[in-house]
T-cell receptor
Framework: DAGVTQSPTHLIKTRGQQVTLRCSPK?????VSWYQQALGQGPQFIFQ???????QRGNFPDRFSGHQFPNYSSELNVNALLLGDSALYLC????????????FGSGTRLTVV | DAKTTQPNSMESNEEEPVHLPCNHS???????IHWYRQLPSQGPEYVIH???SNVNNRMASLAIAEDRKSSTLILHRATLRDAAVYYC???????????FGAGTTVTVRA
């Protein structure tokens, strides 16, 4: 049973560019959340998608946007990249509200130069 | 967001129990206590969660104080694979996000 799949695993972008990260949830899950984890820190919540709508958003600027597709997969888009956007981006899936736990992927390591 | 306090690090010997404390004195009645762990180079992994009563599963046990202001995650027999950062998180029943702190880095000695 495949867990959460994220692509790509690593990415290098230049400041000012745009990036799209992708996530396929665990089979049977319908909700996708995105987190940003800076080096040495705990993950920070970006937003959650359910039924193709953004259900909750963390304290991140509008440069961070997302999308959920009918098959429950999701994309995270970041525009006008800053050096400070360099981080590990984690996708987590769950069934609805995640009361029985979230399943995380291994993340996409984004480096902005 | 309700706050939790955990020790920065703990060490344990292999095959011995590990007791990870977490203080959450401002917990509200609608906060569940969640534990996740993050192994090196991986995303966080769900461990256990509870509201008021102690909970057990195949990975660990969660002991919750009667006043709910503290809890303890118990790994019954530590293995080298249990070396990770362990996060204690309070999640309101009406909230969808997990608010991670710095966690406790657990080192297991062979």
């Amino acid at each position: 049973d495949a867990g959460v799949t994220q692509s790509p695993t690593h990415l290098i972008k230049t400041r000012g560019q745009q990036v799209t990260l992708r996530c396929s949830p665990k089979s049977g899950h319908d909700t996708v959340s995105w987190y940003q984890q800076a080096l040495g820190q705990g993950p920070q919540f970006i937003f959650q998608y359910y039924e193709e709508e953004e259900r909750q958003r963390g304290n991140f600027p509008d440069r961070f946007s997302g999308h959920q597709f009918p098959n429950y997969s999701s994309e995270l888009n970041v525009n006008a990249l800053l050096l400070g956007d360099s981080a590990l981006y984690l996708c987590a899936s769950s069934w609805d509200s995640g009361d029985y736990g979230y399943t995380f992927g291994s993340g996409t390591r984004l480096t902005v130069v | 967001d309700a706050k939790t306090t955990q020790p920065n690090s703990m060490e344990s010997n292999e095959e011995e129990p590990v007791h990870l404390p977490c203080n959450h004195s401002t917990i509200s009645g609608t906060d569940y206590i969640h534990w996740y762990r993050q192994l090196p180079s991986q995303g966080p992994e769900y461990v256990i969660h509870g509201l008021t009563s102690n909970v057990n599963n195949r990975m660990a046990s969660l002991a919750i104080a009667e006043d709910r202001k503290s809890s303890t995650l118990i790994l019954h027999r530590a293995t080298l694979r249990d070396a990770a950062v362990y996060y204690c998180i309070l999640r309101d029943v009406r909230d969808y996000k997990l608010s991670f702190g710095a966690g406790t880095t657990v080192t297991v000695r062979a």
